[in-house]
């Protein structure tokens, strides 16, 4: 392999810039290096000139020794082999932080033989990965590697340059290393033993992070691991001999962890193992996961996993290497609470006790997916079938962690004096849950807060205010009247193309961005959904410091969502002033010695100008682009324009009333048909004059 290359993604991250920027540079500058592999479209530079060229034009970004040792990791070539060079670098690590001599890179062979001493089994792996000799850009990375050590302690750095590893494009599945707010939860749970089991151990997060308070308890924990991917599993060893280096120096006669790489399905390495904690992070929704080649195993002690539910076959090994006061903790999809195909073998886990508890978990804490997962709480079974800890943590109270949230829940359920919280967790009987679906979703068998009764003293007092807010609705229309000759039909119209060449009227919409960088800030800004509710500005976009600020609303603009199945257009309120216009967002500023702005926006937003000014964008959906320029508007004396656009006035406020009292309306009529179900409301005789009100 030649001298170390940066792509266009590389050079743009140097110069902490966007991908933009680089192609403007190729193409401005005839002393920009030129290309030394790769493709057209995807073609490599030198490393070196690269950089120079940057310092010449005081263009190189100054970052850190780590920031600069992770940009050697992240831009290596090839992308496939990314792994392997953090490997190599966390080996170069270890054996600095267990004494090598620091300066100066030891040859491939001599890295090999210093972490021989340490542990023979990591060495192999080692051993898989490093080559005969380093490359130019294996020797870069492993010599800043060396810089960062001097500045840092050697696992810190390791534990950093895994973090970026795990957030960056070269592992976004999810499997290579669970975040730490899902990680913590878990653990909390799990409590700690003598022995804690992770067979998907992907990176290691579970295990480290075992070990790690394990150690912060005053104690130790010897870990066991199986991965299939030996790049995982070498990084996941790594970071748990950096933790088992910790312990010895401690002073714990703690024995070193072991990590076995293959298919702890198909090829279990542990099988004898019983171990005090099992916590896992298994890949979900595999169907090819062996299980025609498995039909008599022994772990299927809860019944044999169909094929589509690969995820019931983890829970079985997870029960298999449970020791008998152990706990096992595990990540679940939803859709396993309630697949048909696995109801039966979650009957089983329920009659015989070994399912203790099912957590609902936030959206969006594992990356890329935005699903919420569930945590499964496992112990061997029960002598009674006894009942199920149903628990929503889908929302964390302000100043709490989650792992504070369930870890306080699960204490006081193992307590004697555990009190069930209505809407977020309750102890189920087991016969509750053991029907024909066996669905252990948590929010099918907790009662949402806004689903239980309201106080029967409000909701008379909500009918009251109800009544006046439908006499506020009726009176807010105008007066009007039918004619066959309406001042509108026979006017003369002014086309808004014509208008904006005259200047008496213009349209603003939001400003095109620059690629983010790290100098971005992110503003608030008006959405359609903020000119439709008529509310203040909620949305926010991200923009380049170097950027302007877009148009902002003024007093009197018309504001005009750009899509949508039909124009609305309304005049900025008090909570739009001074907002910035967003995307999907467009604003029409009038001359207000012209035009009256609630006259202008009552007639565009006519239904039928949707024909005329829109451009289909889903037949399906039947939305539209709008574009206002095609429109054309009534010309009538400023006195008259005014006049009609009181009326358009009251009507938009007729609409927004209306929006209210239908939503009022429907929370009314919930939570009165819920107080006459539950008995808290009771009917008033026919003829009562109170009935109209309190029924």
């Known amino acids: 392999m030649g001298e170390a290359t940066l792509t266009a993604s590389g050079i743009a991250r140097l110069a902490n810039v966007g991908r933009a920027a680089v192609s403007n540079w190729r193409r401005r500058y005839a002393d920009f290096p030129e290309p030394v592999g790769g493709t057209p479209a995807s073609p490599s530079f030198d490393a070196r000139e690269v950089e120079r060229w940057l310092s010449r034009h005081n263009r190189l970004h100054e970052v850190g020794t780590d920031q600069s040792a992770w940009r050697h990791i992240g831009s290596y070539q090839p992308a496939a082999e990314v792994s392997d060079l953090l490997a190599l670098c966390g080996a170069r690590l270890l054996t600095l932080a267990n004494g090598a001599t620091a300066g100066t890179v030891p040859a491939p062979r001599e890295l090999v033989t210093q972490l021989d001493a340490l542990d023979p089994g990591l060495a192999r792996l080692v051993a898989g990965v490093v080559p005969k000799r380093w490359t130019p850009q294996q020797s870069i990375a492993l010599s800043t590697i060396d810089q960062l050590a001097a500045e840092q302690d050697p696992e810190t750095a390791f534990e950093y340059l895994h973090r970026q590893f795990v957030s960056s494009a070269h592992s976004l599945s999810g499997l290579a290393g669970t975040p730490d707010t899902v990680a913590e939860a878990m653990l909390t749970i799990a409590g700690s033993g003598p022995v804690t089991f992770d067979f998907t151990a992907g990176t290691g997060s579970l295990l480290r992070m075992a070990a790690d308070r394990a150690l912060a308890g005053g104690s130790s924990t010897r870990c066991y691991g199986q991965e299939i991917r030996s790049e995982y599993a070498l990084v996941a060893l790594l970071r748990l001999w950096f933790v088992h280096l910790r312990a010895r120096r401690t002073g714990f006669a703690a024995e070193p962890p072991v990590l076995h790489v ?35 195993d022994p772990r299927w002690t809860y019944g044999l996993p169909p094929r589509t539910e690969p995820e ?36 089983e886990l329920i009659r015989r006790g070994a399912l203790r508890s099912v957590i609902a978990l936030p959206l969006g804490l594992m990356p890329p997916t935005n699903v919420g997962l569930h945590i499964w709480v496992l112990t061997q ?31 006081s359920y193992l307590s004697s004096a555990y009190t069930e919280e209505p809407g977020l967790h309750r102890a189920v009987a087991a016969i509750d849950v053991l029907d024909d679906q066996v669905d252990l979703t948590p929010q099918r068998h907790l009662p949402q807060a806004d689903e239980l009764a309201a106080d029967p003293a409000q909701v008379v007092t909500r ?22 000759t309406g001042s509108l039909r026979s006017a003369p119209q002014a086309e808004i193309s014509d208008l904006l060449r005259s200047g008496s009227v213009s349209v603003h919409r939001a400003v095109s961005r620059s690629r983010s960088s790290e100098s971005d800030t992110t503003v608030v800004v008006l959405t359609p959904g903020d000119v439709v509710a008529g509310g203040p500005a ?17 007093t009197d603009d018309i504001l005009i969502p750009v899509v949508g199945h039909s124009i609305t257009a309304r005049v900025a309120a008090a909570d739009h002033v001074g907002a910035e216009l967003g995307p999907g967002v467009q604003l029409m500023r009038v001359d207000t010695t012209l035009f009256d702005p609630w006259f202008v926006a009552g007639v565009i937003s006519r239904t039928d100008n949707a024909r005329v000014a829109g451009r289909t964008l889903s037949t399906v959906s039947g939305t539209f682009r709008i574009d206002i320029r095609r429109l054309a508007i009534p010309v009538l004396p400023l006195e008259q324009q005014r006049r009609y656009g009181l009326a358009f006035r009251r009507v938009a406020e007729f609409r927004a009333q209306l929006d209210l009292a239908a939503a009022a309306g429907a929370a009314l009529a919930r939570d009165i048909g819920d107080g006459l179900t539950a008995g808290a409301l009771e009917l008033l005789p026919e003829g009562d004059p109170e009935a109209r009100v309190r029924l």
């Not at 096992?328 to 979650?346: C, E, F, K, Y």
């Open 262 to 296: 293959g298919d702890s399905l198909l090829a279990d390495a542990t099988p004898g193992l019983a171990a005090d904690i099992v916590v896992a992070n298994f890949p979900f929704g595999l169907h090819d996961w062996g299980n025609e080649r498995l039909p008599y």
């Open 312 to 347: 019931l076959a983890w829970v079985q090994h997870a029960l298999a290497h449970l020791a008998t006061d152990g706990t096992a903790v595990v990540l679940m999809p939803p859709a396993a609470a309630s697949r048909p195909a696995g109801r039966r073998i979650r009957a």
């Open 381 to 411: 079974p029960s002598k009674r079938v006894g009942e199920l800890l149903m628990v929503d943590a889908t929302v964390t109270p302000p100043g709490r962690t989650l792992a504070d949230v369930v870890g306080t829940i699960w204490r």
């Open 463 to 484: 009918i009251k205010a109800f009544d006046r807010l439908m006499g506020q609705v009726r009176s807010s229309l105008p007066a009007v009247t039918a004619t066959p």
């Open 538 to 554: 909620t949305g926010s976009v991200t923009r380049a410091a170097s950027d302007g600020g877009g148009p902002q609303v003024r």
